[in-house]
């Protein structure tokens, strides 16, 4: 699974009559899930930028007691509140981030920093990645 951030150029398609998503950020994405290995969650440094904002922002608002004002997150109520519970949730739960360094993403000019994602509950997972890119045999358990 590969996440990336960022506003996508969306369009109604005349014959499905559904939403059709493309451009530069759809395309980033796709290239940044093709880095991840089954059961790695890669994610792209404008994601990372992102939700270390969203968190410092919720964290902000709960050192001063409030609800705070939604406009950090959106105009619409519902979506503030359900974006304050998920980054509640991610915080509660925990996560690491491991830099996988620079990356070559096809259609892409330049070169982007791709990181590997890992909630604490599945850090496990680092380490049997790390061998599998020094080319290390990983035991699997009986």
């Known amino acids: 699974m590969g996440i990336h951030f960022g506003e996508a150029v969306n369009e109604m398609d005349p014959v499905t009559r559904r939403m059709d998503y493309f451009g530069p950020m759809v395309n980033k994405a796709s290239r940044i ?3 991840a290995d089954g059961g790695q969650i890669t994610v792209s440094s404008d994601f990372i930028s992102e939700v270390q904002r969203c968190l410092e922002t919720s964290q902000d ?3 001063n007691g409030s609800t705070g004002s939604d406009d950090a997150f959106d105009d619409d109520q519902s ?3 359900a974006i ?3 980054l509640r949730s991610l915080s509660s ?3 690491e ?3 996988m360094g620079e990356r070559k993403l096809k259609g ?3 070169p982007e920093v791709v990181y ?3 909630p604490h509950a599945l850090i496990g997972r680092a380490e049997q990645h790390q061998q599998h890119d020094r080319g290390i045999e990983v035991e699997k358990p009986a």
């Open 33 to 35: 899930s093709a880095v």
């Open 61 to 63: 608002t709960d050192r």
């Open 79 to 81: 979506l503030a509140a």
């Open 84 to 86: 304050r519970r998920d």
């Open 93 to 95: 739960q925990g996560f």
């Open 97 to 99: 981030v491991k830099e």
């Open 108 to 110: 892409l000019e330049n």
């Open 116 to 118: 590997s994602l890992y």
